[in-house]
């Protein structure tokens, strides 16, 4: 397993990918020919997410309850009004960026952490490696069940049982620490993740710069800071945009470990607009704070969002 | 290999410099620090996996001893909640997962190689525009969509069906599905496809006799991956159907049984999962690769 690391990852120095051959202009037949073969799959997805888009913009604004007498009907913005002035929302929006920046955080310090542990060779690296990387894909639904009863439970569960081992009070977990819980469970699911890709750039770090800083004599603390931080810099944006794009979606953990509570202790944006939309049966209201979520999502993904275009230009400029 | 001496030599010379400095023996700074990465890293590496070695030893325990305040690791196993899982209804939520994972995957992987193709090999301009717009349909929150989608789904009939869920898991992979087989295209080597145009082949010969069978390995590890998150998804199964649905709907509704469900959560749990473990293991590499080739290079 070392090997084939390895040598994946000189491929990512070696192995020159297809230039697009764009190099004539190309006369508009040429460009339809060429345009053919994405068609149907960008078809495809601009149906699947534009249509549902604007069909919830236009359900924004109407009022449409469906337990409620009447049709639906155009209200002037009511429903806006009334995100705005919900605590429960802003609530749920701080509740987002807790969830989302926490796990984020811990999944990048520990991802890194263990990424440095692993990229070193040692006996059974590959299977330290593949046991390791297990939460990210197993089934959240059931581990998420499982986490529940056999871990946060405040009498079975294996956390009390190492508070009490331990002389501490057991903690109630999903009662008293809801959002800890959370953000441990998504963290362990996440952290894999993350871990991946820091090995990957780990792996591909520049042996040359590293070995002229220590003929400089930079000590290992400052090699890793100098040279091989800088280098992991796209390899950790990276992985916190992937991260934060999963996380701010955060809804099968929410559903299953605390149902949004205690008191929407740990209610998210998407789980939000869920209760609004099938328990409170407010088609109109669930979608002006989909609207919201959407605008609020883009202002806290944009940054990352530029970065990732920045980084697509480079690579176009190769 | 290469990368792997280096960093050898790295650690070797580093620890002849600290040596003569320190007068430390140089073997043994040099084992202390490779024995603390290795004990870090299978520290870290069992933490993780430890929840699923748990789940996998509950699911052979009676409901009273995984209920036990204090854990039991010696016990006399049952099977009864593995036989309980299966005579629990289980199957038409197995056929329609499997149905589901397959469909949904097979769709992506035929929509995603034509797209990759015209995405690098023969690219139309600009092709970082639509990569950058496949890959911002993953950012909208999935909330601000499913109004509609179940409005329109009730309207055609196709709440509580495999198909919603076939066309909701296609629209949710085929983004990642793009970028990944795309980044495996990039690698095969201009040459060969320079070549082959140089002696006449058309770009459907040069596709199917060249690009495709390069591309064996990238395509099942990308069908593999997105299999895992079919199978594993929650949130459209959750809110689009209700009795005809996936296993995590199962696994959901399994909770309203008995006082007692720890040890049997952990057997169909461990059943569920397997699959997607196996895949997953198999696949865990190109993620990497095809998540990352793609943008960091």
Redesign the interface.
């Known amino acids: 397993m070392?090997?084939?690391?390895?040598?994946?990852?000189?491929?990512?120095t070696e192995?020159?990918?297809?230039?697009?051959?764009?190099s004539p202009p190309?006369t508009r037949a040429e460009?339809w020919k060429?345009?053919?073969?994405?068609l149907?799959?960008?078809v495809?997805?601009l149906l699947?997410?534009q249509?549902?888009?604007l069909?919830?913009l236009i359900?924004s604004f109407q009022r449409w309850r469906l337990l409620g007498a009447g049709e639906a009907e155009f209200n002037w913005g009511q429903n806006y009004v009334n995100v705005v002035q919900d605590g429960v929302f802003w609530r749920s929006v701080l509740n987002t960026v807790v969830m989302t920046g926490g796990t984020t955080i811990a999944c990048l310090v520990?991802g890194l952490?263990?990424a440095?542990?692993?990229n070193?060779?040692?006996?059974?690296?590959g299977l330290?490696?593949?046991?390791?990387?297990?939460?990210?894909?197993?089934?959240?639904?059931?581990?998420t069940?499982?986490?529940k009863?056999?871990?946060f439970?405040p009498?079975?569960g294996?956390f009390?049982?190492i508070s009490?081992s331990l002389g501490l009070p057991a903690v109630s977990w999903l009662s008293e620490q809801p959002m800890a819980a959370l953000i441990i469970l998504l963290t362990?699911r996440f952290?894999?993740f993350a871990m991946?890709?820091l090995?990957?750039?780990l792996?591909s770090a520049p042996?040359d710069q590293?070995?002229a800083a220590?003929m400089d004599g930079a000590g290992?603390i400052g090699r890793f800071r100098h040279v091989t931080l800088p280098h992991l810099r796209?390899?950790i944006e990276?992985a916190a945009l992937?991260l934060a794009?999963n996380l701010?979606?955060t809804?099968?953990e929410i559903?299953?470990l605390t149902a949004g509570g205690p008191a929407y202790a740990t209610t998210n944006?998407?789980y939000y607009?869920?209760l609004t939309?099938?328990n409170s049966f407010d088609?109109g209201q669930?979608?002006a704070?989909?609207?919201v979520?959407?605008i609020l999502?883009?202002a806290l993904?944009l940054p990352m969002?530029r970065l990732?275009?920045g980084?697509?230009?480079t690579?176009?400029r190769? | 290999?290469?990368?792997?001496l280096?960093?050898?030599s790295?650690l070797v010379?580093?620890s002849r410099?600290k040596a003569r400095r320190g007068g430390q023996p140089r073997s043994a700074r040099k084992r202390w620090a490779?024995v603390g990465?290795?004990t870090?890293?299978?520290v870290?590496?069992?933490v993780?996996?430890f929840?699923?070695a748990?789940?996998v030893l509950?699911s052979f325990q009676t409901e009273q001893v995984?209920?036990?305040?204090?854990?039991q690791l010696i016990f006399a196993p049952t099977f009864e909640h593995y036989i309980e899982a299966f005579d629990s209804g289980i199957w038409p939520f197995v056929i329609n997962s499997f149905l589901v994972t397959a469909i949904s995957t097979l769709v992506v992987i035929a929509?995603?190689l034509?797209?990759a193709?015209?995405?690098?090999?023969?690219?139309?301009?600009n092709?970082?525009d639509?990569?950058?717009?496949?890959?911002?349909?993953?950012?909208?929150?999935?909330?601000?969509?499913?109004?509609?989608?179940?409005?329109?789904a009730s309207q055609l009939g196709l709440l509580n069906t495999t198909a919603i869920l076939i066309?909701?898991h296609?629209?949710m992979n085929?983004?990642l599905g793009?970028w990944m087989l795309r980044s495996f295209?990039?690698?095969?080597?201009?040459e060969i496809?320079e070549a082959a145009a140089v002696d006449g082949a058309s770009s459907w010969r040069i596709g199917f006799s060249i690009v495709l069978p390069l591309m064996r390995p990238g395509i099942a590890s990308t069908a593999l991956l997105c299999a895992?998150f079919s199978?594993?998804e929650?949130?459209y199964a959750?809110?689009l159907t209700t009795t005809n649905s996936t296993?995590?709907l199962f696994?959901?509704k399994?909770?309203s049984f008995g006082e007692l469900?720890?040890a049997q959560?952990?057997a169909?749990?461990?059943l569920?999962?397997i699959p997607?473990?196996i895949?997953?293991?198999i696949a865990?590499?190109s993620?990497?690769?095809g998540?990352?080739?793609g943008?960091?290079?």
């Not at chain 1, 070392?2 to 990512?12: F, H, P, R, V």
């Open positions: 070392s090997t084939t690391l390895a040598s994946q990852a000189d491929e990512t192995v020159v990918g297809i230039e697009p051959i764009a190309m460009k060429r345009r053919g073969p994405l149907p799959a960008l495809f997805t699947l997410t249509i549902p888009f069909l919830t359900f520990l952490l263990i440095i542990f692993l070193h060779a040692f006996p059974g690296r330290a490696r593949t046991l390791a990387i297990t939460p990210f894909f197993v089934m959240p639904v059931a581990v069940l499982f986490w009863s056999a871990m439970d009498s079975f294996l009390g049982f009490k362990w952290v894999p991946l890709i090995i990957a750039g792996q042996q590293l070995e220590q290992l796209p390899f990276l992937l794009m701010i979606q809804f099968g559903a299953l944006i998407t607009v869920y939309a099938f088609f669930a979608s704070l989909g609207i979520a959407l999502t883009i993904i969002l990732l275009s980084i697509f230009k690579e176009g190769r | 290999m290469s990368t792997e280096t960093q050898t790295v010379t580093g410099r490779s990465m290795a870090g890293a299978w870290s590496s069992l993780l996996f929840p699923i748990y789940m509950k995984a209920a036990s305040a204090v854990p929509l995603a034509p797209a193709w015209a995405l690098s090999v023969r690219a139309i301009q092709p970082q639509s990569l950058f717009f496949f890959i911002s349909t993953k950012m909208m929150p999935i909330a601000a969509g499913i109004i509609p989608v179940y409005v329109v066309i909701m296609l629209g085929l983004p793009i295209m990039q690698e095969i080597p201009g496809l895992v199978w594993n929650y949130f959750a809110n296993l995590p696994l959901q399994f909770l469900y720890t959560v952990a169909v749990a461990t569920v999962s997607v473990i895949a997953g293991w865990q590499k993620l990497v690769r998540l990352l080739f943008a960091v290079k």
